[in-house]
C-alpha cells in the first residue's frame, strides 16, 4: 500500500507564504532533512497564486520547489486547490458560494464555502485539477493527490435544491413512495410533487425525519460526486496516482464509509485536546478514532495532520509535555498509519492561523524543544522501518453507524439531551481495547463472520440487511452484543411494527416493551444472578436509559436492582444455533464493559498477545507473514510496571527495565 517503502514523515507545506524570501525556502528544507522529513504536502491553499486571474496560470513557483524537493529525496502529496476559491472566481461567478439553511447567499471569505454542486464551481476545479495533472501528475517526486481539504459542510442554494429533488427521483421513484416513507401525513405536510420538496430549515420543514435524514445522505452523496469528479479531472490530465481525502474527527456532517469507491487510501487529521483532563482518557479516544480509520479499507492509513505544539482553534492552546508528541505519533503507527504528518511545516507570519503550531516557529531556527521532540520522531520512524506497511489484524469489532446515529440524534426521545451514542461505543471499545485486542470499527454496511466478538451498541435503525447478517452470524457461532435502544426503525425513520429488536426477537430470545429515560444524576443497578455461566459477581451502576424486556427464551445474567422494573432482566444470554446472543439492557459504567469483555474473551477462548495490562497502557499490534509486532504505550503521568514475557519477544524499540516511562513505547517482535 505504501507509496515510499517507509514511513512517511512530513506534512502541510505552503511555500507560496514565503516567495518573497528564497533565503527561508533554501533553509526549510535543509531543516526537513536535518529532521528526516521525507514529505510535504503542498497546493492545499494556492489556488489563487496558481490560477491569479482567470484563465491565467502560473505553476513555474511550484516547479522550482517541486523539483528542488526531489532533489533533496523530499516526496510531494500534491494538493488540488478546491478547498478554498480566488476572490476573483466568487465575484466573478457568484453560484459558487453557499447559501445557509436559512436561505442567506454568504459573502466571499472562509474555506469551504463553496457549492458542491455549482457547474461554474466544477468547470474551475476540473480546468485547474487537469493542468496540474499534466504538469506534475508524472513527476518523481509526486507520490498522490491530496483532494481539496477537511470536506464538509452543506449548501442550501437553488442548484442544490434541485440536485436534491432529482436524487429523490431516482430514489423513490413516485412521490407516493416517498410520502409513505417519511409518514408526511403526520402533521397534515403530504407532498404533491417532487417539486414541493425543500431541503430542512429551521424556518420552514425540520420535523419531517425521513426528510432530515434523507438531506444528510444527500450531502454525502453530493460530495462524493466532488471529489469523483475531482478525481476524473486529474485522470484526464494524465494521472493514476492514488487519491486521497483527509478526515476529521468525529464528524457527523458526512458518512465517510461513502468515500471507499472513490478514495485509493484513508487519512484523517487528529487534533486531541491533550492534558484536558485525563490523557488516558483521552488516548482511547483517539485510538478510536485511528481504528475507525483504519477501518474503513482494513489496511493502513495516513495521519495526515497532527499538531506538533498546540494549535491555535481549540479553546486553550495547550502545548504537549515533553515526549507527548514521539507517543502520540507512535500510537497512530501502533493502529495502522504508515504516516506521521503535521500541519504546518513553517509558521505562517499573518492571518488565522500564524499561532498554530508548526515544525519551524517564528523564531526560524532548529534549537526549540518542539524541532528536536520532531527530530525524535523522525529517528524512531526510521528504527522502525520493518513495520511499514504491515497489516492490522482484528478478530473483534464494534458496530458503529453514522446513518443510524443520524437518525437516533434527531428522533426526539427517549432522552432528547444526552443520548451518550459515542460514550457507549466507546465504553465497549475500552473494555476491548485493555485486554490489548485490536478492534476494528465499522458499519452496517459491512460484513461480520470474519469476527469472533461484535458489539452492535445502540444501534436504533437496522438497515443494508442488518437482520439476516445477524441471524447468520449468530446461528453461525458469533458472539453478538446488542443493546437498549436498538432496532426500533427503519432505513427511512419510521419505527417497526410487531417487536423489537426487529426481526431478531428470536436470536436474542426477548422482546423490548418500554424504555426508561433517566434525569442526569439518577441512577438504577444491574445485580449479578447467582451461578449465570460468565460468573459476572459484582453490582453495576447505570443511568441514562434502561430498557424494559421480556425473556422468552433468553437467561438473564443480571436484573435490576431498583424502581418499579425490580427483578427485570438487565443483561441477558440467547444461545441461537452454534453462538450466542447478549443483550446490554442499560446504560452501564465502564466496570461492568470491563468485565463483561474480559468473560467473553475466556469464554471465546481468544489468544492475547499480553495478560494484567495495567491501566493507561495500550497494547496494539500489526502484523506481516512472518512477524508479530506488539507496542506497548504508556499514557500514565508516572512510570508504571508492565510484565512482558520477553522469553517470547524480542525488544526492537524503546527501553524498559520492568516499566514503562510516562509517554513511553517499548516496541516487541516475534516471529510467527
Known amino acids: 500500500m505504501n507509496m515510499y517503502k517507509t514511513f512517511l514523515h512530513g506534512g502541510d507545506y505552503n511555500p507560496e507564504q514565503w516567495l518573497d524570501s528564497p533565503e527561508i525556502l533554501e533553509k526549510d528544507i535543509e531543516y526537513m532533512k536535518k529532521a528526516n522529513i521525507n514529505e510535504v504536502t503542498l497546493g492545499v491553499f494556492s489556488w489563487s497564486v496558481l490560477e491569479p486571474e482567470d484563465g491565467v496560470y502560473e505553476f513555474g513557483w511550484l516547479e522550482e520547489i517541486i523539483n528542488k524537493l526531489h532533489k533533496n529525496n523530499i516526496k510531494v502529496m500534491l494538493a488540488t486547490p478546491s478547498a478554498a476559491r480566488p476572490k476573483w472566481l466568487a465575484d466573478k461567478y457568484e453560484e459558487v458560494l453557499r447559501v445557509d439553511e436559512s436561505r442567506h447567499r454568504n459573502l466571499f471569505g472562509g474555506r469551504h ?36 481539504n477537511e470536506l464538509g459542510g452543506e449548501c442550501h442554494c437553488p442548484l442544490c435544491q434541485e440536485a436534491f429533488k432529482e436524487w429523490l427521483r431516482k430514489k423513490y421513484k413516485t412521490i407516493d413512495a416517498l410520502n409513505k416513507a417519511w409518514a408526511t401525513t403526520f402533521w397534515s405536510h403530504v407532498y404533491n410533487d417532487f417539486s414541493q420538496v425543500e431541503s430542512p430549515s429551521v424556518r420552514g420543514e425540520n420535523g419531517l425525519h425521513g426528510l432530515n435524514l434523507d438531506w444528510k445522505r444527500f450531502v454525502t452523496d453530493q460530495t462524493v460526486d466532488f471529489v469523483k469528479a475531482e478525481k476524473e479531472a486529474l485522470l484526464e490530465g494524465g494521472s493514476n496516482l492514488p487519491i486521497i481525502i483527509n478526515m476529521m474527527y468525529d464528524y457527523c456532517g458526512l458518512n465517510y464509509f461513502k468515500f471507499k469507491d472513490v478514495v485509493d487510501i484513508a487519512s484523517w487529521d487528529s487534533y486531541p485536546t491533550w492534558h484536558k483532563g485525563d490523557d488516558v482518557e483521552i488516548a482511547v479516544d483517539t485510538a478510536l478514532q485511528h481504528d475507525f480509520i483504519r477501518s474503513l479499507f482494513k489496511k493502513p492509513f495516513l495521519l495526515m495532520e497532527s499538531c506538533p505544539s498546540s494549535t491555535n482553534w481549540q479553546s486553550v492552546s495547550k502545548l504537549k509535555r515533553p515526549g507527548l508528541l514521539l507517543a502520540s505519533s507512535l500510537q497512530a503507527i501502533a493502529h495502522g498509519s504508515d504516516s506521521v504528518q503535521y500541519f504546518q511545516i513553517r509558521q505562517s507570519r499573518g492571518s488565522s492561523e500564524k499561532f498554530h503550531g508548526a515544525v519551524i516557529d517564528h523564531y526560524g531556527k532548529t ?60 465504553k465497549a471499545y475500552k473494555g476491548l481495547r485493555r ?102 459477581n459484582k453490582t453495576y451502576r447505570c443511568e441514562h436509559l434502561c430498557d424494559l424486556v421480556r425473556e422468552t427464551t433468553a437467561t438473564p445474567l443480571l436484573t435490576y436492582q431498583e424502581d418499579f422494573y425490580k427483578g427485570f432482566p438487565a443483561l441477558t444470554c440467547n444461545t441461537f444455533g452454534k453462538g450466542k446472543a447478549y443483550y446490554i439492557c442499560a446504560d452501564f459504567e465502564q466496570q461492568f464493559y470491563d468485565d463483561f469483555c474480559e468473560k467473553l474473551v475466556e469464554e471465546k477462548e481468544m489468544q492475547l498477545e499480553l495478560l494484567n495490562i495495567p491501566r493507561g497502557v495500550q497494547v496494539t499490534t500489526r502484523e506481516t507473514d512472518k512477524d508479530i509486532y506488539v507496542f506497548v504505550q504508556n499514557f500514565n503521568k508516572e512510570a508504571i510496571t508492565v510484565d512482558m514475557p520477553l522469553n517470547k519477544y524480542t525488544i526492537i524499540y524503546g527501553n524498559y527495565d520492568g516499566t514503562i516511562q510516562s509517554f513511553g513505547t517499548v516496541i516487541l517482535k516475534r516471529n510467527k
Open 113 to 148: 464555502n463553496h457549492c458542491y454542486t455549482s457547474p461554474q464551481y466544477r468547470r474551475k476545479v476540473r480546468e485547474i485539477n487537469v493542468r496540474l495533472s499534466k504538469t506534475f501528475g508524472n513527476h518523481p517526486a509526486v507520490i498522490a493527490w491530496h483532494i481539496s
Open 367 to 426: 534549537d526549540t524543544r518542539v524541532f528536536k521532540e520532531i527530530c525524535e520522531v523522525g529517528d524512531g520512524l526510521n528504527k522502525i522501518e520493518e513495520i511499514c506497511g504491515s497489516k492490522t489484524n482484528a478478530k473483534v469489532a464494534i458496530i458503529f453507524d453514522l446513518e443510524s446515529r443520524w437518525a437516533m440524534e434527531d428522533a426526539q426521545g427517549p432522552r432528547n439531551k444526552g443520548l451518550h451514542y459515542r460514550d457507549t461505543v466507546k
Open 435 to 536: 485486554l490489548g485486542l485490536n478492534v476494528d470499527i465499522i458499519n452496517m454496511e459491512q460484513e461480520i463472520d470474519e469476527y469472533e466478538i461484535v458489539f452492535a451498541p445502540m444501534l436504533y435503525m437496522f438497515r443494508d440487511g442488518f437482520e439476516q447478517k445477524a441471524r447468520n452470524y449468530v446461528e453461525q457461532g458469533g458472539s453478538l452484543v446488542l443493546s437498549y435502544w436498538s432496532g426500533i426503525v427503519n432505513e427511512t425513520d419510521l419505527c417497526h411494527l410487531g417487536g423489537i429488536p426487529h426481526q431478531l426477537l428470536d436470536v436474542f430470545g426477548l422482546r423490548s416493551t418500554e424504555i426508561d429515560g433517566l434525569y442526569d444524576g439518577e441512577y438504577n443497578y444491574g445485580v449479578s444472578v447467582e451461578n449465570n455461566h460468565l460468573n459476572l
